[in-house]
């Protein structure tokens, strides 16, 4: 399998796949169809979606948002708080907050156009090696080596890398390198996620139904639903906090967050402190006499599993300047993230 950078060959994995995503390719909102030149906005858009988030989740979430901001320069030109609550749902909001920054150097920086170039596009905000790769591949045809998950677990198997990640990822790249074709890299990076996607999956592999089978050492091993192995994880620290609902008049209370940290820039409901042992009423942001509620909402961070109590209370914030009333009808519109929209639907019925 030490094929050359090229696709001119029919006896190659790329020149296999290449074959069958011609006639497998699947038809998602953001994919340029056979033929028509593929917009670098649209892609680097779905590329930045995708991190963390189901093919299933973002395509409607995708359709609404080139709606409501079809190119770059209407992103660049949109309002923050309109960017971060239309995110809302998506995860990671630094990736949101990087979304803005990126969009806005294209048009300050660029008049408009992304750069074309997988090293130019590193120099944007938010645009690692992974994003800049792919959309130097898919929108620019630049020969990139594009690696995700689907891309990490094909490549293992193909080459029956038998590390644990993320030990294994400087060889999967490697590997990915040495099979990535001068021509068609773009659609090479496509026909590999929807291979990892459909067929060369996590649980049970579609092994019969492969275009590489033939080339797939861990097939032939009888390994490939070991691969690739994985470290043991380390158990995820558990923190606990309390959301703090002051209602009045129909209206609740909202903050914005600090735009470092997690959830940064976002509207939400107050909290106290996340902490390792359950904080109680610190920090609340007046109001009450308070009445805790018996349910907790449970929320899992990377890094972190999230406890909160629930609180609420009529009356006055210490200070009404730090936040804004939002009607309690009109909840949905605030983009509150994940977290606090549960809660939020807890405390309001209570």
């Not at 402190?273 to 805790?292: E, I, N």
């Not at 509620?293 to 609180?311: I, Q, S, Y």
Request: hydrophobic share 45%; charged share 25%; with cysteine.
């Amino acid at each position: 399998m030490d094929a050359k950078h090229s696709s001119a060959s029919l006896d190659t994995p790329a020149a296999r796949l290449l074959g069958w995503y011609d006639r497998h390719a699947r038809d998602l909102p953001w994919r340029a169809r056979p033929g028509v030149t593929p917009d670098p906005y649209r892609v680097w858009l779905s590329e930045v979606m995708l991190q963390q988030t189901t093919v299933a989740a973002v395509a409607p979430r995708f359709t609404a948002w080139v709606e409501r901001w079809p190119d770059v320069a209407s992103l660049s030109a949109a309002a923050d708080e309109e960017i971060m609550a239309a995110w809302a749902g998506l995860g990671y909001y630094a990736r949101a907050r990087n979304l803005v920054k990126a969009a806005r150097a294209v048009v300050a920086e660029h008049g408009g156009r992304f750069p074309a170039t997988e090293a130019a596009l590193r120099e944007l905000p938010g645009l690692g090696a992974y994003t800049a790769a792919a959309v130097a591949a898919i929108a620019f045809g630049e020969r990139a080596v594009v690696v995700d998950a689907n891309v990490e677990r094909v490549v293992a198997r193909l080459f029956a890398i038998r590390a644990p990640l993320p030990a294994a990822r400087p060889a999967i790249r490697e590997a990915t390198d040495r099979i990535t074709p001068d021509a068609r890299a773009g659609d090479f990076a496509q026909a590999m996620m929807d291979l990892g996607s459909s067929i060369c999956t996590v649980k049970k592999p579609q092994c019969l139904l492969c275009p590489i089978a033939v080339d797939c050492r861990a097939r032939a091993e009888g390994i490939a639903e070991t691969l690739p192995a994985k470290a043991p994880k380390k158990k995820r620290p558990y923190r606990h906090g309390t959301v703090f609902w002051i209602e009045q008049k129909g209206r609740v209370w909202l903050v914005r967050r600090p735009d470092k940290g997690m959830l940064g820039g976002m509207r939400a409901l107050p909290t106290g402190p996340w902490v390792d042992d359950r904080p109680g009423l610190a920090d609340a942001p007046g109001g009450g006499p308070w009445t805790m509620l018996n349910e907790t909402v449970v929320h899992g961070f990377t890094h972190f599993e999230l406890e909160l109590a629930l609180a609420r209370a009529r009356g006055e914030p210490d200070d009404p300047a730090a936040g804004e009333w939002w009607p309690i009808a009109e909840l949905g519109t605030a983009g509150l993230p994940t977290v606090f929209a549960r809660a939020a639907d807890l405390l309001k019925r209570a």
